[in-house]
T-cell receptor
Framework: DAGVIQSPRHEVTEMGQEVTLRCKPI?????LFWYRQTMMRGLELLIY????????DSGMPEDRFSAKMPNASFSTLKIQPSEPRDSAVYFC????????????FGQGTRLTVV | DQQVKQNSPSLSVQEGRISILNCDYT??????FLWYKKYPAEGPTFLIS?????DKNEDGRFTVFLNKSAKHLSLHIVPSQPGDSAVYFC??????????FGKGTRLSVIA
């Protein structure tokens, strides 16, 4: 298995533009997580899905953020409109279950909003 | 409010010596703990875990210790190698909930 695949690896966009981050989880994993890494807050959970259903999106910072998981092999995180303070590294991770097991991370998308 | 705290942002250790990374948590319901390692421009990778029913777990050069009464865990790396230089994240979960991460500690192993 190729592991969790994220695209793009880097994204530079202008303030106000829409940004879509993509993730393909490991086949057979039932849970998918979106995390954001910043210097100030470390790795913070934004939202997670179990069997393609969003379970908890309380970590999503604002309504400008949305996430979908239309099927077991694909998820998106969208920011519309983007702002400079959204600049961070966004990680997608998947695991066999929601908790009590290790999660496998993708390589991340480094987002820069100018 | 940070439930998982890594109070040392960085640590430098000489090659061959022991590296000790520390982590404190506030949620007494956490029952599974993990350490992840992260190199620049890569995602975190799982290193070692421990269940709350144990107080020690060992895997090669890596040992994790859990002190439930103190709500503290630590990762020992012996002997430290230059390739161990990375950011180490402590994580914890409660039952069927996602992992909660600390802010990380940057370890530098000096040759």
């Amino acid at each position: 298995d190729a592991g969790v695949i994220q695209s793009p690896r880097h994204e530079v966009t202008e303030m106000g533009q829409e940004v879509t981050l993509r993730c393909k989880p490991i086949s057979g994993h039932n849970s998918l997580f979106w995390y954001r890494q910043t210097m100030m807050r470390g790795l913070e959970l934004l939202i997670y899905f179990n069997n393609n259903v969003p379970i908890d999106d309380s970590g999503m910072p604002e309504d400008r953020f949305s996430a979908k998981m239309p099927n077991a092999s694909f998820s998106t995180l969208k920011i519309q409109p983007s702002e400079p303070r959204d600049s961070a590294v966004y990680f997608c991770a998947s695991s066999l279950s929601q908790g009590n097991t290790e999660a496998f991370f993708g390589q991340g998308t480094r987002l820069t909003v100018v | 409010d940070q439930q998982v705290k890594q109070n040392s942002p960085s640590l430098s250790v000489q090659e061959g010596r022991i590296s000790i990374l520390n982590c404190d948590y506030t949620n007494s319901m956490f029952d599974y703990f993990l350490w992840y390692k992260k190199y620049p421009a890569e995602g975190p990778t799982f290193l070692i875990s421990i269940s709350s029913i144990k107080d020690k777990n060992e895997d090669g050069r890596f040992t994790v210790f859990l002190n439930k009464s103190a709500k503290h865990l630590s990762l020992h790396i012996v002997p430290s190698q230059p390739g161990d230089s990375a950011v180490y994240f402590c994580a914890a979960s409660e039952g069927n909930t996602p992992l909660v991460f600390g802010k990380g500690t940057r370890l530098s192993v000096i040759a």
